[in-house]
């Protein structure tokens, strides 16, 4: 079956660029989008259509895709940017919808 | 925008269950739905979507012929009717609006129902 695959856990210090990726076939030809989950939370849309941000996102985050990778990049990572974030998209026939499993966000 | 899920609990396994998941704040009639789990501890798993006329379901391969996803447009709801539920499926339980504009991804969520399955 069809799957996204992200690393599980990236870390940076507070400035620094974050950078999380997101891999999968279809991404050549499925939109990525990106979701951020703090801790006890509802996960929350920080990147749609690979490269757009939805209103209310700060301008550190943004997209990007290129062949079957999409990469979220935060940057200027914040302490308030710990989170879970979740890449998400559809398989080739859009049959089927998933999220990649996840990365753990640390900056400290 | 609001989506209210509630009818979650603790069932034994092979037992069943029906959620709900009353939204607002939008013309419900006109968008798809999700409903997406959490394992606790661990990451988000897409379940199920129906369009927004009710007539296209679409279940992950875990749980078909188990749940059945529905809705009732006089009443803006949303449902999932679980059965032979297995321990696996104990999970936090999100409904969240399709954005639309040919997009299928979820934009508003819920805050979750908590499912437990546990003899």
């Known amino acids: 079956s069809y799957e996204l695959t992200q690393p599980p856990s990236v870390s940076v210090s507070p400035g620094q660029t974050a950078t999380v990726t997101c891999s999968g076939d279809a991404l050549t030809r499925k939109y990525a989008y990106w979701y951020q989950q703090k801790s006890g939370q509802a996960p929350v849309l920080v990147i749609y259509?690979?490269?757009k941000r939805p209103s209310g996102i700060p301008e550190r985050f943004s997209g990007s895709s290129s062949g079957t990778v999409a990469t979220l990049t935060i940057n200027g990572a914040q302490m308030e940017d710990e989170a879970d974030y979740y890449c998400y998209s559809t398989n080739s026939d859009s049959s089927s919808w998933m999220f990649g499993g996840g990365t753990k966000l640390t900056v400290l | 925008v609001q989506l209210l899920e509630s009818g979650g609990g603790v069932v034994q396994p092979g037992g069943s269950l029906r959620l709900s998941c009353v939204t607002s704040g939008f013309n419900f009639s006109t968008y798809a739905m999700h409903w997406v789990r959490q394992a606790p501890g661990k990451g988000l798993k897409w379940v199920s979507i129906i369009s927004s006329d009710g007539l296209n379901e679409y279940y992950a391969d875990s749980v078909k012929g188990r749940f059945t996803i529905s809705r009732d447009q006089s009443k803006d709801t949303l449902y999932l009717e679980m059965s032979s539920l297995k321990t696996d499926d104990t999970a936090m339980y999100y409904c969240a609006r399709v954005s639309g504009g040919g997009s299928s991804n979820p934009d508003y969520w819920g805050q979750g129902t908590l499912v437990i399955v546990s003899s």
């Open positions: 259509e690979d490269t």
